[in-house]
């Protein structure tokens, strides 16, 4: 018995052996070299740092390029997925959520989905502030502006999450910013109503993608172009759908996987055209150029913007589609934009207050018989890229009891007050952009904390 086990023995650790070396074998003949989704593969790491010295996490990054790139990696992964989600009913990775009838969402949602990251109701004013302001440059430019937020998939099909995340009970991020934004007047597009009154009737997103569609961005663009005098609905013609997407999240889960979604193709073509070239829909900067419409448009976008912008440049004899953040409001100037149409996904919203947009700090005619302020304010100068002649400020303060809705203004030292966008880092953060002779001698910044306005000077930093 002992001697007709040793073969089955050995047979067994041998067949071990190849499956433990098979993968790391395989780089030498064909490793992985295909990201897939949001993934960025490891290069191979150098021994030494850009100062000559010793690369001390020389080891770890190798460990990590041999993570990325061992043969099969891919396939391996799809197989496990599948083996989870067919037995568990779940997927093995913190990326893609599975949802019911095999529907995937981008597991960065959920906190929106919860309610479990709410913005402070500070917060919710300072965005609205920061796109208030933007709104405010726009029209002393003679440039119309619009803003909207692109829904998160499980906000307008929440029916296939997964019965063990519980939706939020109380209003959301978005709901929240965009009360606060018809407080300060600011345009904007409800895009959660639009798409919730056609999902039922039609599939606006992708199952295994984490965006809208075309249908769903012909929808949004539809609404974005009424509110900015576009409109009517662009003749389209009929559409039909065509297998032609492969999802993001069903590439994340299922890295070896080739089905395609169907999505739906028009009938009518764009005729707008790049003068520049396209190499993709992901290009930080497109231009596009229509000969049969009129106007300029500069759209600062996301992702959810890769199916946007072409039924948005269709309508403007020239278009600016950047992916510019934090935005820089010099582009209008550069591109002789008439209009400015902003779009942020819901999970991003928090890049309002952490983000400043680029643009000079409007002049402000206020009552400076402030209160000597019993708070701490800090910030760093440093030249303004992109914005001759300015400089930027930018910091936080600690002020206790400060008025959620109080603006941030600085008394410059040539006598006149700015008021600073309320994001950049730190608890209470603001920014200016001014110029280089205002911030050249002594500053004060002015808060209003429990209905009383105060002043500290501002511990500036060069």
């Not at 039909?240 to 080739?258: E, I, K, N, R, V």
């Not at 209160?371 to 206790?400: K, M």
Request: hydrophobic share 40%; net charge negative; charged share 20%.
């Amino acid at each position: 018995m002992k001697r007709s086990a040793k073969p089955g023995l050995a047979a067994f650790i041998g067949l071990f052996l190849a499956l433990s070396i098979l993968p790391s074998a395989g780089m030498l003949a064909a490793p992985t070299t295909r990201a897939v989704g949001n993934e960025q593969l490891a290069l191979w790491p150098q021994l030494h740092t850009a100062d000559g010295g010793w690369n001390r996490a020389y080891l770890s990054e190798v460990s990590d390029y041999l993570a990325d790139h061992i043969a099969f990696r891919h396939s391996f992964a799809t197989l496990y997925a599948r083996l989870c989600s067919g037995v568990f009913g779940t997927l093995p990775g913190e990326d893609v959520v599975l949802g019911r009838e095999g529907w995937l969402y981008y597991a960065e949602t959920l906190p929106d989905y919860q309610g479990t990251a709410q913005l402070t109701p500070r917060q919710c004013w300072a965005a609205a502030r920061a796109l208030a302001l933007i709104q405010e440059y726009c029209q002393g430019q003679g440039v119309d502006f619009v803003f909207t937020i692109a829904p998160n998939k499980n906000s307008i099909y929440p029916q296939y999450m997964p019965a063990r995340y519980r939706p939020a009970a109380s209003p959301g991020n978005a709901s929240r910013l965009a009360d606060c934004l018809r407080q300060q007047g600011v345009a904007y597009v409800d895009l959660f109503s639009v798409l919730r009154q056609e999902a039922g009737q039609t599939q606006l997103y992708f199952a295994w993608d984490s965006h809208w569609n075309n249908l769903g961005a012909a929808l949004a663009a539809d609404a974005l172009a009424d509110a900015l005098g576009r409109g009517p609905e662009d003749d389209r013609g009929g559409y039909s759908l065509q297998p032609s997407h492969l999802g993001d999240l069903y590439a994340m889960a299922y890295p070896a996987g080739t089905e395609l979604e169907p999505d739906a193709v028009f009938e009518k073509e764009f005729t707008f055209t790049y003068p520049n070239g396209l190499r993709s829909a992901e290009d930080i900067t497109i231009r596009t150029q229509n000969p049969d419409a009129g106007g300029s448009l500069l759209l600062f976008r996301d992702s959810f913007g890769n199916a946007l912008y072409p039924f948005l440049a269709q309508r403007y004899g020239a278009a600016c589609i950047s992916r510019a953040m934090p935005y820089n409001l010099t582009y209008l100037e550069r591109e002789q934009a008439d209009t400015l149409a902003i779009e942020l996904v819901e999970r991003n919203l928090r890049w309002l207050v952490e983000r400043p947009t680029l643009m000079p700090a409007p002049v402000r005619q206020v009552d400076q018989s402030w209160q000597p302020g019993d708070f701490a304010a800090s910030a760093v100068c440093t030249e303004a890229a992109g914005l001759e002649g300015y400089v930027e400020v930018t910091g936080s303060i600690r002020c206790p009891g400060l008025d959620p809705d109080s603006p941030i203004y600085l008394q410059g030292a040539d006598g006149l007050v700015y008021e600073a966008t309320p994001a950049g880092e730190g608890e209470e953060p603001f920014t200016l952009y001014l110029p280089a002779a205002a911030a050249d001698g002594r500053l004060e910044l002015a808060v209003r904390a429990g209905g009383v306005w105060q002043a500290a000077p501002l511990d500036l930093t060069r």
